[in-house]
């Protein structure tokens, strides 16, 4: 390429660096025949610097240089044919005295030999083990930069060293600095790809080492500039080789006087540059530019052996990561909670800046992620499109158009499956690699412009890889990628055992089912039975009739009050409450039936165990024993044993005589079970013909017996009942129940406390339309109806003001969100007393407010 051609960075690519036909002119250049017989080129300044005069070209060697310096040409040419690393002869004296440091390599069927003046002031083994000795053991990545960067200014007298590394894209960083005190640092600030040109950096590989001494670009020709094929000189390997203009363009620019550079290779790819800059002109003498080359080799060696460690570092890290993992998936069941658990050890296993988990339509995150009403269809896609493998992009917004939605938050993703047949999977963002930089200098600052203008400036360069790689995330390594697939075999298997265990576990809830429904069948049995003994047995001998349905009543209001005990065993109660609410059927004006013990909580598994076992004695009391006939009497005391146990002794009498049972049912096995098998206590029972006895004995540690204050407060709350209702003659009240002969009840419960004004609806949409024209001032809402719950009425009222309390027959809440947990609730069926209490306290608040 011609140098009158405009200078632009389309040029670059294409110039031919390696053939520029001419050498730098602090040295001289002789090109042979292969054999190093005799001398084909030149560089036109050879002949005064080797004080030879006459034509050089078709000369034999030893006419110019003498037979004992061509001797040891040829001897270095024979003993080093790699041409990447030129025989080095320094302190050559030639055939006339005169004294060069000579440089040999064969290339191209050329003998190239290269001649500088010599530098008998520098030990270039002894420089470079000094170098070498103050690196030799650090162990840390950013301080081996730091110190190279230091040291090498120091030695070599740069102006500006530098270490410049290479990233994916070809773009590069400068990750560490040394420089004189007044210039800008250039720290941290990243140039495109295309300031280091691809055949550039196959050079750079080649020959490791590149001086520029004046970034004025003097230039020395060949001659002849090609020869009898027209083929030029091949300067790939030549210390001497001129620099492209477009390069000197560069560096003019910059105010750069001269230059060198040192490659950096790992693992034979170029990772980088040791960049130095010189702000005047400047040659480097052979002796330091080959302690250079060494003190790199070992640069490199050690990098790679830190790099390494870093990488094994990361494995290590990764597998602690999956390890405690591993741990938690043996203690928890709850898949989605376990992996939310874990995404802190996912995160901390593979570098990026947020990670999140899709399962089951569930979202769960940390850190910078797209927002959540963006993942559904992400995930949509990325199962599309990973075919169920590790998929990643670090340019997500130009493959993922609705990306560029949040491309600041997240322009890189990689993707880990969980499922074959789902979008669940595991995913990992890092943000905009813009917003990621960390500035040493100020990037918005003007450098000054040079000679030939400021679009090659390192500013412009920056503004170049800015406009190159916005939208982009730093790029997922193949590292990541390996960490990544050993995360989705570790969840995967999770996953697929956590599968297993559902599968177990439905097993197992099939069986359970089994029991319950035996279980369910046993005690509507005995339901109905009560039921049918409750209907048969008036109150007292010549009851009338409205007596009689009064009586019934209060005795079904009774049971249900019992079963709604036992419901809710589970969080544990008195004794003497599940007793009390289990006999309540049975008990008459007679008094037949006499409790006595201290106060003594049972906590939830022992409570629900005793539910059982007291329900069947009561039931079985109530058909065949004391409480199935008029005049039978039972007894039931509990007392604490000196161990700490609790002992409870039940006494029928007065019934029909007792008869040992010729088969054992399900009740029987039951109450002779349940205590030991469930506790660890014991239970017997005796068939005594004047009355069944029982003795169920409680071990302490399911117990508590509760302080005499607490007791004390109790009797008192209890000897001073709360006052009848007032000021409901004027109140308004929406009922929200699906069940016509339940709403009727409770409307004539509500007409005996004088509730002036109800409005039923058997629906959540009726009761919406209601309250289009009516505004009520209390409201009673069924939470399970017959269609949906009463919930959107629930949240129409509070957004009102409204109060309101629930009802439900089995204290399910599972259907009402988190704010309205705390609503008060009426159990079902409805009792006067419950209805009277909820007002009650409805009117006490309002009461309040007003006063």
């Known amino acids: 390429m011609s140098s009158s051609q ?52 078709g000369t034999n060697l030893t006419v110019a240089l003498g037979g004992m310096a061509t001797h040891a040409i040829r001897n270095a040419l024979a003993a080093a044919p790699d041409a990447s690393r030129p025989a080095l002869l320094p302190q050559l004296e030639i055939g006339n005295g005169r004294v060069f440091d000579v440089t040999v390599h064969r290339h191209a069927g050329h003998a190239i030999l290269e001649f500088e003046h010599p530098d008998a002031d520098v030990l270039p083994l002894q420089l470079a083990r000094e170098l070498i000795g103050r690196i030799r053991t650090t162990d840390n990545t950013d301080q081996l930069l730091r110190k190279t960067t230091i040291l090498l200014r120091a030695v070599l007298g740069y102006d500006r060293v530098m270490i410049y590394r290479l990233e994916h894209d070809g773009a590069g960083k400068v990750e560490a600095e040394a420089k004189r005190g007044d210039l800008e640092s250039f720290l941290g600030q990243y140039f495109p790809a295309s300031d280091i040109p691809q055949q550039a950096r196959a050079l750079y590989l080649k020959n490791p080492i590149r001086i520029i001494s004046d970034s004025q670009g003097h230039r020395t020709p060949i001659e002849p500039a090609v020869d009898a094929s027209g083929e030029p000189l091949d300067l790939s390997y030549a210390h001497l080789r001129s620099v492209s203009p477009i390069h000197l363009e560069y560096l003019r620019n910059m105010g750069v006087g001269a230059s060198m550079s040192i490659s950096i290779i790992i693992d034979g790819a170029l990772w980088g540059l040791i960049a130095c800059h010189h702000y005047s002109p400047k040659a480097l003498s052979m002796p330091q530019r080959v302690a250079a080359e060494m003190f790199s080799d070992f640069f490199s060696m050690h990098l790679l052996g830190l790099l390494q460690q870093h990488k094994l570092e990361n494995v290590a890290t990764a597998r602690r990561a999956l390890d405690r993992f591993f741990q938690r998936a043996s203690e928890k069941t709850e898949v989605f909670e376990l992996m939310c658990d874990a995404l802190p050890d996912f995160r901390e296993a593979l570098p990026c800046d947020g990670i999140g988990l899709f399962l089951q339509g569930e979202w769960c995150a940390i850190g910078d992620t797209p927002p959540a009403t963006a993942i559904e269809d992400l995930a949509n896609y990325i199962s599309g499109v990973g075919e169920k493998r590790v998929w990643a992009t670090h340019r997500l917004s130009q493959v993922y158009p609705p990306a560029e939605d949040f491309h600041r938050e997240v322009s890189g993703v990689l993707a880990v499956p969980l499922s074959h047949i789902s979008t669940d999977c595991l995913l990992f963002f890092r943000k905009e690699r813009l917003e990621t930089l960390n500035w040493a200098g100020n990037p918005d600052k003007s450098y000054e412009s040079g000679p030939l203008g400021d679009r090659l400036t390192p500013r412009k360069s920056f503004a170049i890889w800015k406009e190159t790689v916005e939208r982009q995330s730093e790029p997922w390594s193949d590292a990541d990628r390996e960490i990544a697939a050993a995360v989705h075999s570790a969840t995967v298997e999770v996953v697929l055992r956590h599968s297993e265990l559902m599968q177990e576990e439905r097993l197992k809830a099939e069986v359970r089912q089994r029991l319950l429904n035996e279980e369910l069948n046993h005690r509507v049995k005995n339901i109905l039975a009560v039921i049918k003994s409750l209907v048969a047995t008036p109150a007292k001998d010549g009851a009338t009739l409205k007596e009689y349905i009064t009586s019934l009543k209060g005795r079904i209001q009774a049971l249900s009050h019992a079963h709604d005990q036992v419901i809710r065993g589970s969080g544990g109660g008195e004794i003497k409450g599940l007793l009390e609410a289990e006999l309540s059927p049975y008990r008459s004006a007679s008094g037949t039936i006499h409790l006595d013990g201290p106060r003594v909580q049972l906590d939830g598994r022992a409570y629900a165990v005793a539910a059982l076992v007291v329900h069947e004695l009561c039931t079985n009391a109530a058909k065949y024993g004391s409480l199935s006939t008029q005049g039978g009497k039972l007894d039931v005391t509990w007392q604490a044993r000196p161990n700490g146990d609790l002992e409870v002794s039940w006494q029928e009498s007065g019934g029909p005589p007792v008869e040992v049972p010729s088969t054992r049912g399900f009740g029987t096995a039951l109450i002779d079970r349940s205590i030991p098998f469930d506790l660890g206590g014991k239970s017997t029972v005796t068939f005594d013909p004047a009355g069944l006895r029982a003795s169920l004995v409680f071990p302490g540690r399911f117990l508590h017996v509760q302080a005499d204050r607490e007791a004390q407060a109790e009797a008192m709350e209890q000897s001073h009942p709360s006052t009848s209702l007032k000021g409901t003659e004027n109140m308004s009240l929406l009922l929200v129940e699906d069940q016509v002969l339940i709403a009727m009840d409770a409307e004539a419960m509500l007409a005996e406390l004088n509730v002036g004004n109800v409005v039923t609806a058997n629906s959540s949409g009726m009761a919406l339309d209601q309250l289009k024209t009516f505004n009520p001032d209390f409201a009673l809402l069924d939470i399970n109806l017959g269609i949906g719950t009463s919930v959107p009425v629930a949240e129409e009222l509070t957004r009102r003001g409204v109060p309101f309390v629930f009802a439900t027959g089995y204290d399910d809440r599972t259907a009402l969100p988190v704010e309205l947990l705390s609503v008060p609730v009426v159990r079902k069926p409805y009792d006067t007393e419950q209805l009277r209490k909820a007002l009650g306290a409805y009117l006490e608040k309002a009461g309040g407010e007003a006063r």
Do not use: K, W
């Open 6 to 57: 405009p200078v632009n960075l389309t040029n670059c690519d294409r110039e031919p660096i390696h053939v520029p036909g001419s050498i730098q002119p602090h040295g001289a250049l002789l090109a042979c025949d292969s054999s190093a017989g005799v001398i084909i080129r030149h560089s036109t300044n050879a002949g005064a610097m080797l004080d030879f005069e006459g034509p050089l070209n």
